[in-house]
């Protein structure tokens, strides 16, 4: 296949240079775990509800109990299992602020151990209680119990960074939410690139909290303006299909995507010379010292 040859003297080369290339939503994503399974929870408890219809009064109570409290146990549990994938995305976060699996773990017990008391007795609750919870547990795994990646460094800048990525993952996903009002699937995509961008700044600044600072603007002001401006885009062009206004949103997200990259690659830059730095000072040293390598 033909590939266009392209240089510093190639026609419209200095053009070219300034686009950014989308990068793929796709970056650094896994497949996500909040799906099947965990809805499937939602489905057990079904027969409970069914069976509820055909007892006495108590009877009905608890097995209606029973199938709100598995109901309530799905939920908790998809959440926590969102929780956990936010958590492990990131390289410096705190744990969840309490643990949604475990209690799922803990009502699906209470929930199935209801349900064998109404049909059977206190030995077969028991033994359905104690069978829930272990395979609840097994299914999906604890939560996680403590924060990752603030052992050893400066506690203080690591908080501030995982308190201000989180705050920059909502501003995201607020902006997410608001170009499916567009209903432009092509929008949709090219915001994801912008997102995968943005993301790659955040796993940047988690490797060196110091960079925060320099960043700071990127992930308040600047998120704050596209997330605005993505959300009045979408309302007028959601209205008339304006293709200038479509024009001028795709450009500002170049220009988004484009300056991110620069600000990124810069904060790369800077860590690599400030290590540079320290191998000079180590090596000066070394010297004095008298240990010269061959």
């Given at each position: 296949m033909a590939q266009r040859f392209?240089?510093?003297?190639?026609?419209?080369?200095?053009?070219?240079?300034?686009?950014?290339v989308p990068k793929s939503p796709f970056d650094g994503q896994t497949r996500a775990r909040a799906g099947g399974r965990v809805n499937a929870l939602f489905l057990t408890p079904l027969p409970f509800a069914f069976r509820a219809f055909f007892q006495e009064p108590v009877g009905m109570a608890m097995f209606l109990g029973?199938?709100?409290?598995?109901?309530?146990?799905?939920?908790?549990t998809r959440e926590g299992v969102i929780a956990q994938e936010a958590y492990d995305a990131?390289?410096?976060?705190?744990?969840?602020?309490?643990?949604?699996?475990?209690?799922?773990?803990?009502?699906?017990?209470?929930?199935?151990?209801?349900?064998?008391?109404?049909?059977?007795?206190?030995?077969?609750?028991?033994?359905?209680?104690?069978?829930g919870f272990g395979l609840h547990i097994f299914a999906f795994g604890p939560d996680p119990m403590k924060n990752?990646?603030?052992?050893?460094?400066?506690?203080?800048?690591?908080?501030?960074?995982?308190?201000?990525?989180?705050?920059a993952e909502k501003i995201l996903a607020a902006m997410k939410d608001a170009i499916l009002r567009a209903r432009d699937r092509e929008l949709e995509r090219r915001v994801d690139s912008f997102q995968a961008?943005?993301?790659?700044?955040?796993?940047?600044?988690?490797?060196?909290?110091?960079?925060?600072?320099?960043?700071?603007?990127?992930?308040?002001?600047?998120?704050?303006?596209?997330?605005?401006?993505?959300?009045?885009?979408?309302?007028?062009?959601?209205?008339?299909r304006d293709a200038e206004a479509r024009a001028d949103y795709?450009?500002?997200?170049?220009?988004?995507?484009?300056?991110?990259?620069?600000?990124?690659?810069?904060?790369?830059?800077?860590?690599?010379?400030?290590?540079n730095?320290?191998?000079?000072?180590?090596?000066?040293?070394?010297?004095r010292e008298g240990v010269v390598a061959k």
């Amino acid at each position: 296949m033909a590939q266009r040859f392209g240089g510093k003297y190639s026609p419209d080369a200095s053009e070219s240079s300034q686009t950014p290339v989308p990068k793929s939503p796709f970056d650094g994503q896994t497949r996500a775990r909040a799906g099947g399974r965990v809805n499937a929870l939602f489905l057990t408890p079904l027969p409970f509800a069914f069976r509820a219809f055909f007892q006495e009064p108590v009877g009905m109570a608890m097995f209606l109990g029973a199938t709100g409290l598995m109901l309530l146990a799905a939920w908790l549990t998809r959440e926590g299992v969102i929780a956990q994938e936010a958590y492990d995305a990131r390289k410096i976060a705190r744990r969840p602020a309490w643990p949604r699996k475990t209690i799922g773990s803990i009502l699906t017990a209470a929930g199935l151990g209801l349900a064998g008391f109404a049909a059977h007795g206190v030995a077969e609750a028991v033994i359905f209680a104690v069978l829930g919870f272990g395979l609840h547990i097994f299914a999906f795994g604890p939560d996680p119990m403590k924060n990752k990646g603030m052992e050893g460094v400066d506690e203080f800048q690591t908080d501030r960074v995982a308190r201000a990525v989180g705050e920059a993952e909502k501003i995201l996903a607020a902006m997410k939410d608001a170009i499916l009002r567009a209903r432009d699937r092509e929008l949709e995509r090219r915001v994801d690139s912008f997102q995968a961008t943005a993301r790659h700044m955040f796993r940047t600044i988690e490797n060196d909290p110091r960079d925060l600072t320099a960043a700071r603007k990127y992930l308040t002001v600047y998120l704050m303006g596209a997330r605005d401006a993505t959300a009045k885009f979408a309302d007028i062009y959601a209205r008339n299909r304006d293709a200038e206004a479509r024009a001028d949103y795709v450009a500002l997200l170049d220009d988004l995507e484009t300056n991110f990259t620069a600000r990124t690659q810069k904060m790369l830059t800077d860590d690599q010379s400030d290590l540079n730095v320290e191998i000079e000072v180590l090596r000066e040293r070394l010297a004095r010292e008298g240990v010269v390598a061959k």
